[in-house]
């Protein structure tokens, strides 16, 4: 009984140790993700700061899901947390914007980098790099024209099963994605296809995926399925959040109504005329 005792404890202690092993190579193999540099030349960038910038950005700021993640004061917010995976807020912009240029800005924007050249997690820089320079100068304006106030403390407390997701490469940094992201043509202004193009790659992708694949983690379905909808019922979707069958589509209606609502009839046209384009072509290939 007593080597049955001894041996056991010899068990118990091994697999501690194993245990102990296993999360400190975790941590320090996913903390070297978290901890890359990169770096990307600044621009020359700079950003507008006139009435109707600021008025333009503001629109723009709610389609893009700006207000929708920072608070509509930009004072930032308690934005995920997630039991065992991670707890982030989205920073007080009012503060943040105070210590970039605009070159800087742009940066972390387009590129998903930081001023201390470390990568964005959350913030879709990549879908963000399809914006023009007139829209990025718009909300840039829109950004700073807010006081800095008190708001929000920023946090990333990334757990477990986050670090395990960032080491099997399912939350990738956004400055990694950046590089193997498809090139949109700057919109022409004459050609709905164009218009409709730049907006579903500046708005959409972030959920649907780079290619408008869709996200299964998230339930995001291969863009295709636009063409399910009547143009009645593709505006009632974008407007009012509401899918075929009057049907609640968690997170694509809160997005519809927190953001997509702020589309123009003619921007929610020119997304429906792409879409249908990308759905005839296969969903397998952007037109």
């Not at 404890?9 to 194993?18: E, M, Q, R, Y």
């Not at 982030?88 to 210590?99: G, R, S």
């Not at 050609?191 to 869709?214: K, N």
């Not at 968690?250 to 953001?259: F, I, P, Y």
Request: aromatic share 8%; glycine share 8%; net charge negative.
């Amino acid at each position: 009984m007593k080597r049955f005792v001894k041996w056991l404890g010899v068990a118990i202690g091994s697999l501690a140790t194993l245990a102990l092993c296993a999360a400190a190579y975790l941590f320090i193999a996913s903390q070297r993700v978290v901890a890359r540099t990169y770096e990307v030349p600044l621009s020359t960038f700079n950003a507008p700061s006139d009435r109707e910038s600021v008025r333009k950005g503001e629109r723009l700021a709610a389609i893009y899901g700006c207000t929708n993640c920072h608070g509509a004061e930009l004072q930032g917010t308690d934005m995920f947390d997630k039991p065992g995976i991670v707890h982030i807020t989205a920073p007080n912009l009012t503060h943040v914007i105070k210590n970039y240029t605009d070159a800087e800005f742009e940066r972390l924007m387009r590129h998903g980098i930081k001023s201390d050249g470390t990568s964005t997690w959350i913030m879709p820089s990549s879908m963000f790099n399809h914006l023009s320079d007139e829209d990025l100068g718009a909300i840039t304006a829109y950004v700073r024209s807010f006081p800095e106030t008190d708001g929000v403390e920023p946090l990333t407390n990334i757990r477990t099963m986050g670090r395990v997701g960032i080491l099997m490469g399912k939350f990738p940094p956004q400055a990694d994605r950046i590089a193997s992201l498809p090139k949109v043509p700057a919109p022409d202004p004459a050609d709905p296809l164009s218009v409709g193009r730049y907006l579903v790659m500046s708005a959409c992708t972030e959920c649907h995926g780079a290619r408008l694949e869709g996200w299964p983690l998230i339930s995001a379905p291969n863009l295709a399925i636009a063409a399910a909808y009547s143009d009645e019922n593709f505006e009632r979707l974008m407007r009012d959040g509401k899918g075929l069958g009057d049907r609640d589509l968690g997170l694509m209606s809160h997005v519809a109504k927190a953001r997509f609502a702020h589309f123009t009839d003619e921007e929610i046209l020119a997304v429906r005329s792409y879409l249908d384009t990308f759905a005839k072509q296969g969903g397998d290939t952007l037109p």
